[in-house]
Nanobody
C-alpha cells in the first residue's frame, strides 16, 4: 500500500519559518514528480511547488508565484523524501499542506500544477500563521 506521510506543520508567527517533510512508502517515487499543494478553508487546493527528476540525482524545481523566493523544496533521493522549507511566512500561507506524487515520470512543466496529474496524496499537515 502506497503511503505519503507529511510532518512538520504547526503554529508560527508571521515572518517565521517551518519545514515540512514527506516520506513515501509502499513504492519508490525517486524518479517521479512529487509536489506540495495547500488548501485553505473555503478555497480550492492550490499548487505550491513541485520537483521533477531530470537524471541522476538531479531534480528541477518549480514554484507558484505566491511562494517564489520564500519557499524552497528539495528531494532526498536516497530517503525518497520531499521537503518544503518555508521562510517569511504570511497569514495567507495558512492552510493544510498536502504532499503529492505522480506516476507520470515524464510529466511536463506546464502540467505540474494540476492536481489531476498526481495519483497519490498524503493526509495533510496544518500550517497556521498568526499575525
Amino acid at each position: 500500500q502506497v503511503q505519503l506521510v507529511e510532518s512538520g506543520g504547526g503554529l508560527v508567527q508571521a515572518g517565521g519559518s517551518l519545514r515540512l517533510s514527506c516520506t513515501a512508502s509502499g513504492r519508490t517515487f525517486r524518479n517521479y514528480p512529487m509536489a506540495w499543494f495547500r488548501q485553505a478553508p473555503g478555497k480550492e487546493r492550490e499548487f505550491v511547488s513541485s520537483t521533477r527528476w531530470i537524471g541522476g540525482s538531479a531534480y528541477s524545481k518549480h514554484y507558484s508565484d505566491s511562494v517564489k523566493g520564500r519557499f524552497t523544496t528539495s528531494r532526498d533521493k536516497d530517503k525518497d523524501t520531499v521537503s518544503l522549507q518555508m521562510n517569511g511566512l504570511k497569514p495567507e500561507d495558512a492552510a493544510v499542506y498536502y504532499c503529492a506524487a505522480s506516476s507520470a515520470r515524464g510529466l511536463i512543466v506546464s502540467e505540474i500544477w494540476k492536481t489531476m496529474n498526481y495519483d497519490f496524496w498524503g493526509q495533510g499537515t496544518q500550517v497556521t500563521v498568526s499575525s
